[in-house]
C-alpha cells in the first residue's frame, strides 16, 4: 500500500510570493495533520482536518491555510512567504482524529 | 503551558549496547504519548506508545517507561546496530487528541 505522499518534494520561492503543497493520505485514513519542520527542530503543529472539518490549528499566523477534500487529500498554502517559512513542512495521516501519525517525507520550501 | 524537551541533544553509543533517551514533558493532563525516529531526508516514523494508564510498554528491541510522577519518559533500544542513528522524538498527544507536540529531539550515533 501507498505511504503519505507529499508534492511538490522541494521548491524554491521568493519572498511575498504564495505557495500550495499537497498531501495525499494513505487509504482509509481521514486525518490529516500538517507539521512545519525547521532545521534542527522538532516538527511543530500547524493544523489537524479530520472529515473535512478543521479540527485543531498551533501558533501559526493566518498566512497559514489549509483544507481537506473529499477524498480527504488535502492542500497547505502559506501566502505573503517569509525568509522564516523557509521548512521541511510534513503531512501526517491517521486512521482516526487520534492515535498513531503516519508521516510522508515531506515538502522542502526555501524562502528567498 | 504545555512543552515536551528532551535531556540531551545527542547521545553516542557503542553498537551492541543498550541507549536510553530521555525525555520530560509538562502537561499532566496527555494521556498518549509516543515515540518517533527520523532519519535523514524523511519524515518522522513511529516507533511505540503509551498510554498514561500504563508504566512500561515493550516492543522489538524497544521499551518505553513512563514515570508521570515526575513527568518522564524514556526510550530504551536494546543492542543498538547502526541502523538505529537517526533523531529521536518524544512526543505528547494533549487532551482531545488532535494535537501532538514534539520535543526538540535526540540525535543518536551508533559507533561501530
Known amino acids: 500500500d501507498a505511504g503519505v505522499t507529499q508534492s511538490p518534494t522541494h521548491l524554491i520561492k521568493t519572498r511575498g510570493q504564495q505557495v500550495t503543497l499537497r498531501c495525499s493520505p494513505i487509504s482509509g485514513h481521514k486525518s490529516v495533520s500538517w507539521y512545519q519542520q525547521v532545521l534542527g527542530q522538532g516538527p511543530q503543529f500547524i493544523f489537524q482536518y479530520y472529515e473535512k472539518e478543521e479540527r485543531g490549528r498551533g501558533n501559526f499566523p493566518d498566512r497559514f491555510s489549509a483544507r481537506q477534500f473529499p477524498n480527504y487529500s488535502s492542500e497547505l498554502n502559506v501566502n505573503a512567504l517569509l525568509l522564516g517559512d523557509s521548512a521541511l513542512y510534513l503531512c501526517a495521516s491517521s486512521l482516526g482524529q487520534h492515535g498513531e501519525l503516519f508521516f510522508g517525507e515531506g515538502s522542502r520550501l526555501t524562502v528567498l | 503551558g504545555e512543552s515536551v524537551g528532551l535531556h540531551l541533544p545527542t547521545l553516542s553509543v557503542q553498537e551492541g549496547d543498550n541507549s536510553i533517551i530521555n525525555c520530560a514533558y509538562s502537561?499532566?493532563?496527555?494521556?498518549?504519548f509516543i515515540w518517533y525516529k527520523q532519519e535523514s531526508g524523511k519524515g518522522p516514523q513511529f516507533i511505540i506508545d503509551?498510554?498514561?494508564?500504563?508504566d512500561k510498554r515493550q516492543g522489538q528491541r524497544v521499551t518505553v517507561l513512563l514515570n508521570k510522577t515526575v513527568k518522564h519518559l524514556s526510550l530504551q533500544i536494546a543492542a543498538t546496530q547502526p541502523g538505529d542513528s537517526a533523531v529521536y522524538f518524544c512526543?505528547?498527544?494533549?487532551?482531545?487528541?488532535?494535537?501532538?507536540?514534539f520535543g526538540a529531539g535526540t540525535r543518536l550515533f551508533v559507533k561501530a
Open positions: 502537561n499532566s493532563a496527555s494521556d498518549y
Open positions: 512526543a505528547e498527544n494533549t487532551g482531545g487528541g488532535f494535537k501532538t507536540i
Open positions: 503509551i498510554r498514561s494508564n500504563m
